[in-house]
């Protein structure tokens, strides 16, 4: 989707190193996630925002932080990379769901970590 | 404990014939439930979507079926064709929540 940037799309570091990915969106949604994606898991909620500086934990929250000081950025951290953090990295946004419908989620193109 | 389960890795099916792709889901609190399709290096893009008041929902070649009661849904492609081969996610919500519970994915490959 073009409204949606991640940036990098490929990152190699080291353990230990801290890492930031930033989502971009320029379709002004409300709702923002990011996922990981990991074989056999499919795609996992790290963390998500339902407004500015407005943000809390999904499934897989360990280790991740997350910031959102604007609508349309939304930077993921991780403090101190793990090997474990080796993944594929998807932002996500929506808006909030209609009565009677659900938020269908729009995907960037991802970002491939690699934790050395 | 994941709660949308994809048992299939992978399916073939040659060019022109139906393909079925399965999903079960544990938790009968889900009321929306939506398939996405991922190609190599792109991200998830949405392909169809079904309310648990409904039991059939159909977009062109693609069809949903829910069947609420055995907590199963399934997506039907027909006829498939070259460009279907992708991954495919199966994911469920509820409709207060804004989140996806998103199932392994299952692989399809169109033969020629």
């Known amino acids: 989707d073009a409204g949606i940037t991640q940036s990098p799309r490929h990152k190699v570091t080291e353990t230990g190193t801290p890492v930031t990915l930033r989502c971009h969106q320029t379709e002004n949604h409300r709702y923002m996630y990011w996922y990981r994606q990991d074989p056999g898991h499919g795609l996992r909620l790290i963390h998500y925002?339902?407004?500015?500086?407005?943000?809390d934990k999904g499934e897989v929250s360990d280790g991740y932080s997350v910031s959102r000081s604007k609508t349309e950025d939304f930077l993921l951290t991780l403090e101190s990379a793990t090997s474990s953090q080796t993944s594929v990295y998807f932002c996500?946004?929506?808006?909030?769901?209609?009565?009677?419908?659900?938020?269908?989620?729009?995907f960037g193109p991802g970002t491939r970590l690699t934790v050395l | 404990d994941q709660q949308v389960k994809q048992n299939s890795p992978s399916l073939s099916v040659q060019e022109g014939r139906i393909s079925i792709l399965n999903c079960d889901y544990t938790?009968?609190?889900?009321?929306?439930f939506l398939w996405y399709k991922k190609y190599p290096a792109e991200g998830p893009t949405f392909l169809i979507s079904i309310s648990s008041i409904k039991d059939k929902n159909e977009d062109g070649r693609f069809t949903v079926f829910l069947n609420k009661s055995a907590k199963h849904l399934s997506l039907h492609i027909v006829p498939s064709q070259p460009g279907d081969s992708a991954v495919y996610f199966c994911?469920?919500?509820?409709?207060?929540?804004?989140?996806?519970?998103f199932g392994a994915g299952t692989t399809v490959t169109v033969r020629a």
């Open positions: 938790n009968s609190m889900f009321d929306y």
């Open positions: 994911a469920a919500s509820y409709e207060v929540f804004p989140k996806l519970s």
């Open positions: 925002s339902y407004g500015v500086k407005d943000t």
């Open positions: 996500a946004i929506s808006d909030p769901p209609l009565a009677g419908s659900t938020d269908t989620q729009y």
